[in-house]
């Protein structure tokens, strides 16, 4: 089984030293955007706009919606009069704060070492800063941004690590990975606590090797010490388990978000191309997605809320691509229904009790269930769709 690792950026594969960066960081963008907004303004829009991604868990909008949303309207100026000026910082004057950062001499050891195992490797770094701030960060610790499968920015990503589902987001764009899963960062709070959330295994960086580690000590340590771990860890140890309400709801959320992310530049053409003849195309799929949320999601919910132990039926769904000719609808439209209907789901979850998640029914495939074990179909049933998507990407 192939391990994928999702890699924190800052302080894990890079010494930023945060508490120096952030300011100088700031400081650089509100002299560079002097001419055009007042200092202490920005300032203080730039401190709103990143509290508000912080706290966004919107799976239709990116952060950067989120962020230029509300980072504009405190301003009379538009993004394209500010945009050149903005380009020209990232070019030119962000690439000096390097000085303020470090490189760890670990990483690039750790980094060649996981490449050659074959790990599939993602930068889960927090997507609070654009691409090009992103990219000069991974530079300055040594690498090229092109030799990781994924790496995570605001331009297209719907969650901050404070979000479990940024997670799920990130395994989505993925093509959601059948194999052992591990998150490794240094933040508890956003790299370890959020990720177990999840239902993933997470290992904690810290700068001292530890003296002991393991499930009973704890997954910590420095990457060398995560290194010779690997090298011995049953890989099945590392498998993810999404048992929980929380990890469930985590999920649901990220599935959008993940479709949104991988499709948002699809064009007509290749919303409409079959890969084979027996294959979907992906407007098929995702009106497939938004039909099945619709007419069997949304009804299963509620037969729980009408009836004490429900019989939940699973109607096939599969004739439907024919029969409704999917094929000649606008996928993208589609796309945004699902998002739609998912929202609705989520709403019909709100609130829900324990009592309700453990609530008792039958269903007509699996049998004797419960409300929990018949949401977590559902992202049984996402996850399955989005390696289709994914796959189908991968042949146009």
Known sequence: MTLTLLLDLDDTLLDTNLQAFIPAYFQALSRELAPHIAPDLMLRALVSGTRLMNESDDFSRTLQAVFDAEFYSQHNISRSELEPAIENFYDNIFPNLAGLTSQIPEAKLFIDWAVSKGYRIAIATDPLLPRKATYHRLRWAGFDPRQFELV?????????????????????????????????????????????????????????????????????????????????????????????????????????????????????????????????????????????????????????????????????????????????????????????????TMRLLKNSTVEHWNQKARHAIFGPTKFLEVISFITDHDRMHIQQAWAALKKI
């Not at 009804?299 to 019989?311: A, D, G, H, S, T």
Request: with cysteine; aromatic share 8%.
């Open 152 to 344: 995570s920015t605001f331009e297209c990503f719907h969650f901050s690590k404070t979000h479990p589902a940024y997670y799920a987001e990130v395994l989505g764009r993925m093509g959601w990975p059948e194999g052992p899963v591990l998150m490794v960062g240094n933040d508890m709070e956003r790299d370890i606590l959020p990720a177990r959330m999840l239902g993933l295994a997470a290992f904690h960086v810290e700068v001292e090797s530890a003296s002991s580690f393991g499930p009973e000590a704890g997954l910590r340590g420095n990457l060398a010490d995560l290194r010779l771990w690997l090298e011995s860890a049953d890989p099945s140890s590392l498998m993810p388990s999404f048992k929980t309400v929380e990890s469930i709801q985590a999920l649901l959320r990220a599935t959008p978000a993940a479709l949104n992310g991988l499709l948002r530049r699809l064009d007509g053409n290749s919303w409409s191309r079959k890969t084979t003849h027996d294959d979907w195309s992906l407007t098929e799929l995702i009106c497939h997605l938004r039909d099945t949320e619709r007419e069997i999601h949304h009804m299963q919910i509620n037969l729980f809320k009408e009836q004490n132990e429900p019989f939940i039926p699973r109607p096939d769904t599969g004739v439907w691509a024919s029969q409704r000719d999917y094929l000649h609808e606008d996928g993208g439209l589609a796309l945004k229904e699902f998002n739609d209907a998912r929202r609705e």
